[in-house]
């Protein structure tokens, strides 16, 4: 695996291999972001980024493939709120290892219904859980660094 700085070059200019790009790579970006942006602007640049990436792929947008606009920014505000609560790592793959309940795709389940967050709506645009709202941190992360 690359330094943190050299996935994230490879990231934003599309070189990283589509066959690469899976979940633990999404959350380390997430976290790459998170590290160095308020969240506000590290949710635009990966948001921005995810759907670059794509396009430099072809990767065809189907209501259950390509980009998802309540999914990415659903991980961003659970990556931040870990990094508010347990702090930062060495590296994003430390980051990654140390918190394994951000590896578990399945855990926006417990967040939203199955039929919210694969609804067009949420594909499309960020929707709000609608079973329980996300954790809130009482650290800030910017008072950490």
Not at 41 to 51: P, R, W
Not at 52 to 62: C, R, T
Not at 64 to 92: I, K, S
Request: net charge neutral.
């Amino acid at each position: 695996m690359p330094d943190d700085e050299t996935f994230l070059q490879q990231f934003e200019s599309a070189a990283w291999p589509l066959q690469d790009w899976h979940h633990q790579q999404h959350i380390k970006i997430a976290y790459l972001y998170l590290s160095r942006y308020p969240l506000d602007i590290a949710i635009a640049k990966m948001c921005s980024g995810v759907k670059k990436y794509n396009a430099a792929h072809n990767v065809p947008e189907d209501l259950d493939r390509g980009y998802h606009e309540t999914m990415t920014q659903a991980w961003m505000r659970l990556v931040y709120f870990t990094l508010c609560e347990y702090g930062p790592a060495e590296n994003a793959d430390a980051f990654y290892e140390a918190n394994p309940q951000l590896s578990q795709k399945k855990t926006l389940r417990f967040f939203y219904t199955k039929e919210t967050v694969m609804s067009p709506k949420a594909k499309a645009e960020f929707v709000p859980p609608d079973l329980i709202p996300f954790p809130q941190s009482k650290k800030n992360l910017q008072t950490q660094k």
